[in-house]
């Protein structure tokens, strides 16, 4: 690997598979590094959707999730790093498309036992494609002062504070143990003015990124004016440095410890914890490293208990030439005191002097005269909405206030208030008739009739695939009315549509399906359901305020459905209190307009 990538207080990352700890641990980083930016862009979450809530210092932030990596990218293509938590039995597939993603430069692998010929690949895969992978099993790095590479790396608050990790230095540090890496960045920190960068590699036998690859990329960051590695016994990683140190190519100072030299006590192999800490012959062992790389001319120290006087006494010989300038001490800010909420909202606010609508003061809504489809475009998609738009709400308004007495919604709230039940029982009970068969119609028949449109399916063979499906075609078809005696209400609403609208691709489409649908019976034409549903469609699509996953979300969530319910609200309560003034008594229903079936004889014939 060749890279010279640099990581910054502007770098943001994508995280993937939703770790609540971990990425806090990354946003209270930024907090003591005092960025501007929460450094978590996104959330990669194949089963969920949406946004979580988390603290960017003392406020509350909404970090969106999103399902596919792909989503992620095209909405936060700044972000050049992800974080990866997925388990070792999904991580390979999540890195192998994040290597083929362009605007993805940097891969942090967390999981442990990714297998090593799926590493083997990953690795191929990143060479080829100029991407840098950090891991499989690590806990990522800290760039001082700006990001954190994973919510491990540095340890806990205390430790973060400790080694002074909220501001940059001068050091460069590369570990192979992420645990010891924690530990070298106290070292450092009482040693010298602190790291710069410290990244840990992972402990497994063919890490993503390998010591000298860190090396490299140190010894071209002109901020960083010594080098600290710590290697461990097994493998050849490095020999590898010992080579490039006789090339040149590694100038800066450079103090190096391979850790397991306990090792040489035991007449037996020793594996130690990471799966790449054996050694597999006399070479690997950490005694003959160290021994090595000190005649190549890189600083050793006799022990381990050592490492800090050495990287003290060449720190201090760098100060006294000039080539370290100690920068002034900076103090962290204090973690501030945190409430969690339980409830977000975007549309309203309360809390000021008067309430806003989607921001707007409510006093200007009532100066500019705004209409009730102007609240419900505030409220309800949260921005402002052409007026042909929010006149077509008004109209379903008030087409679908009341249907008369008959109709099921209508009908429970007459026998509930009748029961002496109170004005918002009554009302319920007649809203919780709203379904498929009654005014649900109107959401299914907007996803039915969009995607068939969308795809340019031809009437006839949608009708015939519903059919096919055994689904009755929502928004298709009435008890009472037919062609010969249309439904005056439909008739209004596609009228309005043609005058107001800029195009009605959807109602047309639905006109040509209920051509369709009438060689089949005179009562399957389109109803109020069908026709709010297409101009529905129609509205979004031609106000260009909305975003295609906009529309999409706004059907899915079923916003017609509510502008049903809103309406039928209005008659439901008028028949409630139309029961009540008329003191109307206990209704029951009349025994002989019920069909009573009990003996054995006509069950059996059923």
């Known amino acids: 690997m060749n890279d010279t990538r640099r990581f910054t207080a502007q770098t943001q990352a994508l995280f993937y598979n ?21 450094s978590v862009a996104g959330i990669i979450h194949p089963e969920r959707k949406g946004f979580h809530k988390a603290f960017f210092g003392s406020a509350e932030i909404l970090i969106p999730i999103y399902t596919t990596l792909q989503e992620a990218v095209m909405k936060q293509s700044q972000a050049d790093v ?9 991580v390979y597939a999540s890195v192998k498309e994040a290597l083929s993603t362009p605007s993805i430069k940097t891969i942090i692998i967390v999981a442990e036992g ?158 130690f914890g990471h799966a790449g800490a054996r050694a597999g012959n006399e070479q690997e062992q950490a005694s003959k490293k160290n021994e090595a790389l000190r005649e190549a001319g890189i600083i050793v120290p006799e022990s381990f208990a050592q490492l800090e006087n050495t990287i003290a006494h060449k720190f201090t ?37 008067e309430p806003t609508y989607c921001t707007i003061p409510i006093s200007t809504i009532i100066e500019e005269n705004k209409s009730i489809g102007d609240v419900i475009s505030l409220l309800w998609f949260k921005k402002k909405v052409p007026k042909y738009f929010s006149h077509f709400m008004e109209l379903c308004l008030i087409l679908c206030a009341d249907h008369g007495p008959a109709v099921s919604g209508a009908h429970n709230a007459i026998v509930s208030a009748r029961a002496g039940k109170d004005v918002i029982s009554s009302l319920c009970s007649g809203l919780l008739t709203i379904g498929p068969r009654f005014g649900g119609a109107i959401d299914d028949a907007s996803r039915y009739f969009k995607e068939a449109c969308d795809k340019n399916q031809p009437p006839e063979e949608f009708v015939e695939m519903m059919k096919k499906k055994g689904i009755p075609i929502p928004g298709i078809g009435h008890r009472v009315k037919s062609k010969q005696n249309p439904d005056k209400r439909v008739e209004l609403l ?103 079936l009990h003996n054995d004889e006509n069950e059996s014939s059923l």
Not at 513 to 520: A, G, I
Not at 525 to 539: E, K, P, Q, R, W
């Open 18 to 38: 939703l770790k609540a700890k971990p990425l806090q641990q990354m946003l209270d980083f930024d907090y003591l590094c005092q960025r501007t930016t929460p």
């Open 82 to 90: 992800l974080v990866n938590f997925a388990s070792f039995r999904s």
């Open 114 to 271: 990714v297998s090593e010929r799926q590493t083997k690949e990953l690795i191929a895969l990143a060479a080829k494609n100029h991407k840098m992978i950090i891991g499989p099993s690590t806990v990522g790095g800290i760039a001082a002062g700006a990001f954190r590479l994973g919510g491990y790396a540095g340890g806990e608050m205390e430790n973060l504070l400790r080694a002074k990790l909220y501001r940059s230095g001068s050091v460069g540090l590369v570990s192979k143990s992420g645990g010891m890496m924690n530990e070298l960045f106290n070292i450092i920190s009482r040693a010298t003015d602190g790291i710069k960068e410290g990244i840990a590699i992972g402990g497994d036998r063919y890490p993503g990124s390998t010591l000298l690859d860190h090396i490299l990329r140190y010894e071209t960051d002109l901020d960083i004016k010594l080098i600290v590695a710590l290697g461990e016994l097994g493998g050849a990683q490095e020999y590898e440095i010992i080579q490039a140190k006789k090339e040149g190519k590694i100038t800066k100072p450079l103090v190096m410890w391979i850790s397991g030299t306990c090792a040489d006590i035991f007449s037996w192999e020793v594996q």
């Open 317 to 353: 010989t760098l100060k006294e030439s000039g080539i370290i300038r100690v920068k002034e001490e900076v103090s962290p800010p204090v973690m501030p005191m945190r409430n969690q909420t339980h409830f977000t909202t975007t549309i309203s606010d309360d809390r000021g002097d």
């Open 494 to 596: 596609k009228e309005f549509g043609r005058k107001n609208f800029p195009a009605t691709q959807y109602l047309n489409y639905v006109l040509e399906v209920e051509t369709e649908t009438l060689k089949k019976a005179d009562n399957l034409i389109l109803n109020i359901d069908g026709c709010m549903a297409a101009l529905f469609l129609d509205a979004l699509v031609s106000a260009e305020c909305f975003t295609q996953e906009e529309i999409n979300q706004i059907i899915e969530i079923g916003y017609m459905n509510g502008l049903f319910a809103l309406a039928r609200s209005i008659g439901i309560i008028g028949h409630i209190f139309d029961q009540k003034r008329l003191g109307e008594g206990l209704y029951r229903h009349p025994t002989e307009d019920i069909l009573y």
